[in-house]
């Protein structure tokens, strides 16, 4: 027997989210979305290759604020998370740690 977190019922909110942003700002970049089984309410948005000029359009479209930057290895990024329409969001900005770290600085500068 399925249970409602193995439908795609269980999924309809961050599906939902997705299509209102779709008719809201069609003119947002493509980016890779995940919607997980396992929790599945939350949206992840992955933004790659240094592209943190698109990664600061969702972010503003989303209403994100609280930056981290993260490393793991090799691997370094910016992520922020909150929740838009009563759906938990991740947006995940990938790039090398240089270019991470520029925008990051870009960032203090704004700020200060």
Do not use: C
Request: no cysteine; proline share 4%.
């Amino acid at each position: 027997m399925t249970t409602s977190s193995q439908t795609l019922r269980a999924q309809s909110s961050p599906i939902l989210l997705l299509t209102q942003l779709l008719a809201d700002n069609p003119e947002l970049p493509a980016v890779t979305y995940h919607i997980d089984s396992i929790i599945p309410g939350e949206l992840a948005i992955h933004v790659h290759h240094g592209r943190f000029d698109q990664f600061e359009e969702w972010r503003t479209v989303l209403g994100l604020s609280d930056l981290e930057a993260r490393t793991f290895g090799q691997s370094t990024w910016v992520d922020v998370a909150g929740v838009v329409r009563d759906v938990k969001v991740r947006l995940s900005g990938h790039g090398t740690a240089a270019e991470v770290a520029a925008y990051v600085t870009g960032l203090s500068a704004v700020a200060a």
